[in-house]
């Protein structure tokens, strides 16, 4: 009879212990190996788990996976992402999303006279 306490964990059957899936996901997209995927891979990533992200849905996403808003997405930011089970679906904008983000971008740059980026007192 073999005692259990001579049986290693499942994930140690085989050497080392395996990684999350998360992390085997994140870094095959972290292409530059520097532990943060940015917005260029992170479209890789997406699109090759069955999504397309449009310019404006790609900046959405960012805000939304990118906590700490540096402008890159470091891996316990992807982690908590990724354990979402509806984590695609909160990257699309449904339609009206779309017409109100154009709307209000529509207006900023009316006012925006000179396509600065920021709206000032003279404008």
Known sequence: MVSKANVPPMGMMFGKPKKPLSRIIF???DESGDGKIDASEFRGLVYQSGYYLNDEELKQ???????DGNGTIEYNEFAAWWKQDDRFAALSLDDEAMAARQEAMDTFQKYDTDQNGILDRSE
Request: proline fraction near 0%; avoid cysteine; aromatic fraction near 0%.
């Open 27 to 29: 870094d095959k997209h």
């Open 61 to 67: 996403a960012l805000t939304i996976v990118d906590s």
